[in-house]
């Protein structure tokens, strides 16, 4: 007797909508129980910002992704954010990654959902130059927002 199975692969990606070439905003559904999944955003001007995750519990949530260049070019910007409430999901693990010429990110802003929108404690994720990504066995699994800033132009003489 053979045994079929069926797989559904639900779509990650539902809107992409671009601003030109200075800013795009993704919508998008987290999916519980799929393994590690991975969303992007590109600029046409060569500069990218990846999301991965990996979430437990409930439905799939919306979610939005928005990069942007800021300060006429001189600054990239890219948040990943829970869409008008809070999650609900158990995140398992997160990575956010911000790829261009000169990226170096200096500022960062991670938020708990479990906490009232207050940044998550600073044990909970680890900072690179290019990177911010979730400390497994600290971070207590409740993520609302991840946004990373990385100037362009170098402050040195």
């Not at 409930?58 to 939005?64: N, R």
Request: glycine share 8%; aromatic share 8%.
């Amino acid at each position: 007797m053979a045994v079929l199975v069926t797989l559904c692969v639900y779509v990650a990606q539902a809107e992409v909508v671009e601003y030109g070439e200075g800013k795009t905003e993704d919508i998008f559904f987290m999916v519980p129980g799929g393994g590690k999944l991975t969303i992007d955003a590109e600029l046409k001007n060569g500069y990218k910002c990846n999301f991965s995750y990996q979430a437990q519990g409930g439905t799939h949530e919306e979610w939005h992704m928005t990069m942007e260049m800021l300060d006429d070019g001189k600054a990239v910007h890219c948040t990943v954010e829970r869409a008008g409430s809070s999650s609900y999901l158990f995140v398992e693990s997160f990575e956010i990654e911000l790829t261009g010429p000169k990226v170096a990110i200096t500022d960062i802003e991670v938020k708990d959902s479990q906490r009232d929108n207050k940044d998550l404690n600073p044990e909970e994720y680890s900072k690179e130059k290019t990177s911010v990504s979730s400390v497994q066995g600290k971070f207590k699994n409740h993520l609302e927002k991840v946004a990373v800033y990385s100037p362009l132009v170098s402050s040195e003489l």
